[in-house]
C-alpha cells in the first residue's frame, strides 16, 4: 500500500491530497527520514507525521482496505507518540486583554508607552 493512501486510511490527514502534499513537503517521514507519497509501507516501519503543531509517531501494524474508522484504527497502527510535556501556567502579562474601540485609530505614542508597561513583566 502507498504511504499516502495508508496515512489518509488511518486517518492522520483528511484528505489524500493532504496527505501526499505533506509527504512531498517533508512532514512526513518513514524511519526518520524523507520519502515520496508512492513508497510501498510495510509493516514494522514507524512513521513521523506533522499534524498541525503536533508529531505523531505510528508504527505499521497492516493495511486497511480502505479508509477505517477512528476505532479500527488501533488493527492497523500503534500510536507510539510520546505524551506532552505539561505545559507551564500562562504568564498574567500575557493575558491582559487589551481592547481597543473601533474606529479610534492609531494609538498615539503616548497610548503606545502605557500599553508597553502593560505588556511588559518588569512593568
Request: no cysteine; proline share 12%.
Amino acid at each position: 500500500m502507498r504511504l499516502n493512501q495508508w496515512i489518509w486510511a488511518v486517518r492522520l490527514y483528511r484528505t489524500r491530497t493532504m496527505a501526499t502534499d505533506a509527504v512531498r513537503s517533508g512532514y512526513v517521514r518513514i524511519d526518520g527520514k524523507p520519502t515520496k507519497p508512492a513508497r510501498p509501507v510495510k509493516p514494522g516501519e514507524v512513521i513521523a507525521a506533522v499534524t498541525g503543531s503536533i508529531t505523531r509517531i505510528y508504527r505499521v501494524l497492516g493495511y486497511p482496505v480502505m479508509r477505517v474508522g477512528a476505532p479500527e484504527v488501533s488493527n492497523y497502527a500503534e500510536d507510539i507518540t510520546p505524551p506532552l510535556p505539561k505545559r507551564a501556567p500562562e504568564d498574567p502579562f500575557q493575558s491582559v486583554p487589551i481592547h481597543r474601540p473601533r474606529g479610534t485609530g492609531r494609538p498615539t505614542k503616548r497610548e503606545r508607552r502605557m500599553l508597553e508597561t502593560l505588556l511588559t513583566p518588569e512593568g
